[in-house]
């Protein structure tokens, strides 16, 4: 791949999680103040979910997103919202604190068309994690 299309590759997957952080503060709950309230930690916790398994992960969605933005078929839609899933799914798992967590909640529910509990601060601390833990997509 030449350095181009890297750039190419990178600005659109950042352009692209941008617009998804924006999408998620336009749909979270108005009710919700940006101290924010942590949602209840289970009982066991999960298995972890590392790095090298959510980034690849999370490029996907961003990915499909991109490809849903510049065709909008129900297909690319389905795509969307199956990486989004997974990405909630390994999500949940990361080793990572809540507030992280809480904003990639609200980044995928913003994805997905979904209400948000995020906080504004929740979610730039999602963007402030992938931004050191994934920076090829980001």
Do not use: K, W
């Not at 299309?5 to 009710?31: K, N």
């Not at 298995?47 to 990915?63: H, L, Q, Y």
């Not at 507030?99 to 509990?117: C, M, N, T």
């Amino acid at each position: 791949m030449s350095a181009l299309e890297r750039l190419v590759r990178r600005t659109v997957l950042g352009v692209v999680a941008c617009g998804v952080v924006v999408a998620a503060l336009l749909v979270r709950d108005p009710g919700e103040d940006d101290a924010g309230a942590g949602a209840a930690e289970p009982s066991s916790p999960p298995p972890v979910t590392s790095i090298e398994t959510f980034c690849p992960a999370f490029e996907r969605m961003a990915v499909t997103h991109a490809n849903n933005l510049a065709n909008g078929t129900e297909v690319s839609r389905r795509e969307v919202e199956e990486a989004a899933r997974q990405v909630r799914e390994l999500g949940s798992a990361l080793p990572v604190p809540e507030p992280i967590r809480a904003g990639l909640e609200g980044f995928v529910a913003g994805l997905l068309g979904e209400p948000s509990q995020a906080t504004t601060v929740e979610l730039a601390e999602f963007s402030r994690f992938l931004e050191t833990a994934c920076p090829a997509t980001y």
